[in-house]
């Protein structure tokens, strides 16, 4: 049997369990966010952008998720040659509706990509808040997960620290976190979580012992983020006043390989740095690319002798079907 990567990325590990790599189609359901409607001042976390998070390659303005669907595998099919695809409800947070809308936004995703391209259809990925999970919403999830399909529920949570989720405006504490994982734990669903890495106030040992926790609770997947401020947000009135300083791009491999010896080698990694447009960034001015961030991390994990995994406490689980060894 191969050993384990030296990184366990989500991209791998979909191309095993699917014969072939696996899409992701990021789609804007229409959502909002309840802490955008709390802090209407302030627009939300201080960290968030004005605008949804969404595919460069989706219609502008308000479209129905069908067309989406369309412009996004013929995007993805015409410059990747993309056959098989996880609609992606990214925009905003994705649970943040009553179970019946959140049914038909979720249907008419899989049905567009059922009917576009007979076998494409290879699962759900919803991104979405702590406080926007209920046990009636986890049920519709895992009902997905009955039919067949592998999904995926992503949760912003970005520290483990309370004092950091109250100093970014996040509107809620890691107990929250905590009681949404525990809703998601039934058979089927795949609990990833959203970690940022520079948040202010928060030194190395802090986002270490984030990552501690977050291992200790066996999530499927970690998405990474090192901080950037957008054009927009409240972070950038406090860059632009002086009053907030950023990690080093040059910083971020060493800290990122501490992160991943962490963590279990069964947990996917599904991105290592954030990635936006230029134009609506106002700092860090200077971004590496993401391509490079994984190179340089890898070299600096086979320099140290180590790998995803090496410094976790208790025993490790190797991916299932994986066909790894330790």
């Keep these: 049997m191969a050993a384990l990567p030296l990184i366990n990325r989500h991209a791998d590990a979909l191309r095993l369990r699917h014969g072939d790599r696996v899409w992701r189609l990021g789609l804007d359901g229409g959502f909002s966010c309840p802490n955008r409607l709390r802090v209407r001042e302030s627009g939300g976390c201080s960290y968030c952008a004005p605008g949804a998070a969404r595919a460069t390659y989706l219609p502008k303005g308000a479209t129905s998720i069908a067309a989406q669907v369309e412009a996004g595998t013929a995007f993805l ?17 994705s ?17 567009a990509v059922r009917s576009g391209a007979p076998g494409a259809l290879r699962g759900l990925v919803v991104s ?33 620290h ?17 009681r949404a994982r525990e809703l998601l734990a039934r058979p089927g669903l795949r609990v990833a979580v959203h970690l940022i890495l520079g948040l202010p106030g928060e030194g190395r040992d802090d986002m270490l012992e984030t990552v501690s926790r977050i291992a200790a609770l066996s999530l499927d997947g970690v998405k990474f983020h090192d901080l950037m401020i957008p054009r927009g947000s409240a972070l950038a009135a406090e860059y632009m006043l002086g009053e907030l300083s950023l990690m080093h791009s040059r910083r971020l491999p060493a800290l990122l390989a501490d992160c991943l010896e962490l963590l279990d080698p069964g947990c ?36 140290r002798g180590s790998r995803q995994g090496s410094r976790r406490a208790g025993p490790m689980a190797i991916p299932r079907g994986s066909g790894y060894s330790l």
């Design 77 to 93: 099919a015409q410059r990747y040659a993309a056959k098989l695809f996880l609609p992606y409800f990214q925009a905003f947070s």
């Design 95 to 111: 649970t943040f509706a009553e179970v019946g809308a959140l049914r038909e936004r979720y249907d008419e995703a899989l049905l």
């Design 268 to 303: 996917e990694i599904i991105r290592l740095c954030s990635d936006a447009r230029p134009a609506e960034i106002l700092a860090p001015r200077w971004r590496p690319d993401k391509t490079v961030v994984y190179l340089a991390v890898e070299a600096l994990l086979a320099s």
């Design 128 to 160: 979405t808040r702590p406080d926007c999970i209920d046990e009636e919403k986890a049920e519709l999830l895992a009902s997905y997960a009955r039919d067949g399909l592998e999904v995926w529920v992503e949760l912003g949570l970005q520290s483990s």
């Design 162 to 178: 309370d004092r950091t989720l109250a100093r970014i405006g996040r509107g809620h504490d890691y107990a929250a976190f905590l």
